[in-house]
């Protein structure tokens, strides 16, 4: 095996000299249900996937012709087609000499089930060259190297899970690509090692002592969710680093992103990170930042350390850049040279007090959500308020105006930028006579349309300078003395909304993402890259199953959240949009008066510890969903949990079968249903009083 290289450590060095010299110094058994009060059980759970004995032996494929022992032990080799496929497998050995799985070069991983390979004592997976891992099932590694290859390692799918290593996946003369799948890895030393690293797709966490992403040649993310926490570099490149699409955010205790001989390029997605010295250096090169957005925060408390550094040039073109130096915000921040000792660099430095290198940076369109805080009666109306989730990355620009859509004619509607209207510290306040003058029966306010009871979006636009304006949408609900448009009649709608807490309030109509916007989120995901639609709003959401279909002629799936305090608070994936059989309410909550009148009614009749999600869509989703709520399970045995479906209109409740349940280290708790309504979760089989 080659040894692991050095090179980082001098580029640590010039990165560390440049700083310190500025320094002052389970799947589950079929199961029945019961109405509350009556007799009725449920069945003892199963077990996730089935695996066999537990195999204590290493796997070598090298020289072995085709084998089935997915029914003993959980693995099957085709050596035609050099494909080993994994269900069940519980491999464990401890081994400084042999991996626990030795493949040839060629060979193709397939992952169903749930997986385990660990090796105390040297390799988990061996390939003597090029190897791909697929499926949708689960691989678990717990090994000092995780996946070595003397050539490439290809991600498509499944979810990857090296714990405990000293390197997650080491290529000795290839590269790494991930276009699918999920890959987590904890390591002691290096995320990721290899001659160049691309990643296209899925998700990837990294939390590692040393470097996230290790490349001898270039990094490249052009897709996908990143997330790298790391002690000393967060991307390591000897040549050079390109971001154009995905998500890619970064906490490293000392450098963010480094190129060690080439140029660092931001052209697109999102880019966070946060680093105590260095947020992005290129030691002998260029930074060019022409597109995407995010925020590059350097942390140390001397206020001396440098958000960008580049021994060349930093360039910005069509973005719009903004930052706080150690004065505090500055209005536009300046690139100029830094010059200490004997290096010499491009760097962003308050613009009020160019002798002091930015500490914070945003860059691209800042990333805020406004939120209306009420509805409003036309007859009764009061101020209508906006408010930002994070004002700061707004500072600097001009608010310019705001305008009233219909969802139905998104370039009508009204233009309301006048006087009144009062902007600040990311509060937008739309005075009630301003209203009231908008709402009159015949044209008003400048032969302005009147406004009349439904559901808006309100455009807010602030002024970008050269690069154009920035649009931030929020929806809200006009009534008429104290009513509201009729609601779907759908069979799944309910009576009664939200905010995204979950707390009552007066009801409000349900809102329907129809296929005119369908195509607009297809087309919007498209252009930022992205294999997946996503919508997220304060009241009852629902999207038309011509919307669903829209989006699998897209080849995207669908994601909905309901957010509090700037979290998620449940998400629904609904994966295969193409299924889809019926228009679905898709909002979902953890709090709120529903939530509470359902656990005391079930906590009246049994005795487990019990936990609620509310559904506005009832009986059913029409196919199988995913669930991520942000639940508190303190105090509930969480390897046995058991999910129910209740149904108020006849006080039943029924087994979810196959919920396939799991929580992140997040605290998320995710699980499959295709039944909605009232999702109760026990910690334990329900066990009457």
């Known amino acids: 095996m080659q040894s692991i290289r050095t090179s980082k450590i001098l580029s640590l060095l010039l990165a560390v000299a440049m700083v310190f010299t500025m320094l002052p110094m389970t799947a589950f058994a079929e199961d029945g249900g019961g109405t509350l009060g009556d007799s009725g059980g449920a069945a003892s759970p199963g077990v996730l996937s089935s695996p066999?004995?537990?195999?204590?032996?290493?796997?070598?494929?090298?020289?072995?012709?085709?084998?089935?022992?997915?029914?003993?032990?959980?693995?099957?080799?085709?050596?035609?087609?050099?494909?080993?496929?994994?269900?069940?497998?519980?491999?464990?050995?401890?081994?400084?000499?042999?991996?626990?799985?030795?493949?040839?070069?060629?060979?193709?991983?397939?992952?169903?089930?749930?997986?385990?390979?660990?090796?105390?004592?040297?390799?988990?997976?061996?390939?003597?060259?090029?190897?791909?891992?697929?499926?949708?099932?689960?691989?678990?590694?717990?090994?000092?190297?995780?996946?070595?290859?003397?050539?490439?390692?290809?991600?498509?799918?499944?979810?990857?899970?090296?714990?405990?290593?000293?390197?997650?996946?080491?290529?000795?003369?290839?590269?790494?690509?991930?276009?699918?799948g999920t890959v987590t890895i904890d390591a002691d030393y290096d995320g990721i090692s290899a001659d160049n690293v691309e990643i296209s797709g899925g998700t990837v966490t990294i939390d590692v002592d040393d470097t996230g992403i290790d490349a001898h040649g270039n990094v490249t993310i052009n897709g996908g969710t990143v997330k790298i926490d790391s002690y000393i570099f967060g991307i390591l490149a000897d040549n050079d680093f390109t971001i154009s699409g995905g998500e890619l955010t970064i906490n490293a205790d000392i450098l963010g992103i480094s190129a060690d001989t080439g140029d660092v390029t931001i052209k697109g997605g999102k880019?966070?990170?946060?680093?105590?010295?260095?947020?992005?250096?290129?030691?002998?090169?260029?930074?060019?930042?022409?597109?995407?957005?995010?925020?590059?925060?350097?942390?140390?408390?001397?206020?001396?350390?440098?958000?960008?550094?580049?021994?060349?040039?930093?360039?910005?073109?069509?973005?719009?850049?903004?930052?706080?130096?150690?004065?505090?915000?500055?209005?536009?921040?300046?690139?100029?040279?830094?010059?200490?000792?004997?290096?010499?660099?491009?760097?962003?430095?308050?613009?009020?007090?160019?002798?002091t290198p930015l500490v914070n940076i945003w860059f691209g369109k800042p990333d805020v959500t406004f939120t209306a805080q009420s509805s409003?009666?036309?007859?009764?109306?009061?101020?209508?308020?906006?408010?930002?989730?994070?004002?700061?990355?707004?500072?600097?620009?001009?608010?310019?105006?705001?305008?009233?859509?219909?969802?139905?004619?998104?370039?009508?509607?009204?233009?309301?930028?006048?006087?009144?209207?009062?902007?600040?510290?990311?509060?937008?306040?739309?005075?009630?006579?301003?209203?009231?003058?908008?709402?009159?029966?015949?044209?008003a306010g400048g032969g302005k349309p009147p406004l009349t009871p439904g559901t808006y979006r309100a455009v807010i636009i602030f002024d970008a300078g050269s690069i154009g304006r920035f649009e931030y949408y929020a929806d809200f609900n006009l009534t008429d003395g104290g009513t509201t448009p009729s609601r779907s009649s759908s069979s799944s709608s309910s009576s009664s909304s939200r905010d995204s807490t979950g707390t009552d309030h007066t009801a409000v109509s349900s809102y329907w993402i129809e296929v005119p916007e369908a195509r607009g989120m297809a087309k919007s995901a498209k252009e930022n890259?992205?294999?997946?639609?996503?919508?997220?709003?304060?009241?009852?959401?629902?999207?038309?199953?011509?919307?669903?279909?829209?989006?699998?002629?897209?080849?995207?799936?669908?994601?909905?959240?309901?957010?509090?305090?700037?979290?998620?608070?449940?998400?629904?994936?609904?994966?295969?949009?193409?299924?889809?059989?019926?228009?679905?309410?898709?909002?979902?909550?953890?709090?709120?008066?529903?939530?509470?009148?359902?656990?005391?009614?079930?906590?009246k009749w049994f005795t487990n510890k019990l936990r609620v999600i509310h559904f506005d869509q009832q009986e059913d989703f029409g196919q199988p969903v995913r669930i991520a709520a942000l639940i508190d399970l303190t105090g509930m045995d969480?390897?046995?949990?058991?999910?129910?479906?209740?149904?108020?209109a006849t006080n039943t409740y029924r087994r979810i079968e196959k919920p396939a349940y799991w929580i992140d280290k997040n605290g998320y708790l995710h699980f499959t249903t295709e039944y909605a309504g009232e999702i109760i979760i026990s910690d334990g089989e329900l066990t009457k009083k």
């Open 638 to 648: 969480t390897a046995s949990l058991h999910f129910y479906s209740y149904d108020k």
């Open 376 to 443: 409003i009666d036309l007859q009764n109306p009061t101020d209508l308020v906006f408010v930002a989730n994070d004002a700061s990355p707004l500072a600097g620009y001009d608010f310019s105006t705001v305008k009233f859509t219909t969802l139905s004619d998104p370039n009508g509607g009204n233009w309301l930028y006048e006087p009144e209207v009062s902007y600040a510290n990311g509060t937008l306040t739309i005075p009630k006579e301003l209203l009231a003058l908008h709402s009159a029966p015949s044209p």
């Open 529 to 603: 890259m992205l294999d997946y639609a996503r919508s997220h709003r304060a009241t009852i959401t629902g999207i038309r199953k011509s919307s669903l279909l829209v989006l699998a002629e897209a080849g995207l799936s669908y994601h909905h959240d309901v957010m509090a305090n700037g979290a998620v608070q449940v998400r629904l994936y609904v994966d295969d949009p193409a299924n889809a059989t019926k228009d679905i309410l898709v909002s979902g909550y953890i709090k709120g008066a529903d939530v509470d009148r359902v656990k005391a009614h079930f906590e």
């Open 271 to 355: 880019l966070t990170i946060t680093a105590a010295r260095f947020g992005i250096s290129a030691d002998t090169g260029n930074v060019t930042i022409s597109g995407g957005s995010g925020t590059i925060h350097a942390t140390a408390a001397s206020g001396n350390e440098l958000s960008v550094g580049a021994l060349d040039s930093i360039t910005t073109s069509n973005v719009s850049v903004k930052g706080w130096g150690s004065s505090g915000y500055t209005v536009a921040s300046a690139i100029s040279s830094y010059i200490y000792n004997a290096y010499t660099l491009s760097t962003f430095v308050d613009a009020d007090n160019p002798d």
């Open 52 to 180: 066999g004995r537990a195999v204590t032996t290493e796997l070598d494929f090298t020289s072995m012709g085709d084998t089935d022992n997915l029914a003993t032990d959980g693995w099957k080799w085709v050596q035609s087609t050099k494909t080993l496929t994994l269900n069940g497998l519980d491999l464990s050995i401890d081994s400084d000499t042999v991996p626990a799985i030795k493949l040839p070069d060629g060979s193709a991983i397939v992952l169903g089930g749930s997986n385990n390979v660990t090796n105390s004592g040297g390799d988990g997976i061996s390939c003597d060259g090029s190897l791909e891992i697929s499926g949708s099932g689960k691989l678990t590694i717990d090994a000092e190297f995780g996946i070595y290859a003397e050539n490439d390692v290809a991600i498509s799918g499944g979810t990857v899970t090296v714990n405990d290593s000293w390197i997650g996946i080491y290529t000795n003369f290839g590269g790494v690509t991930i276009d699918g």
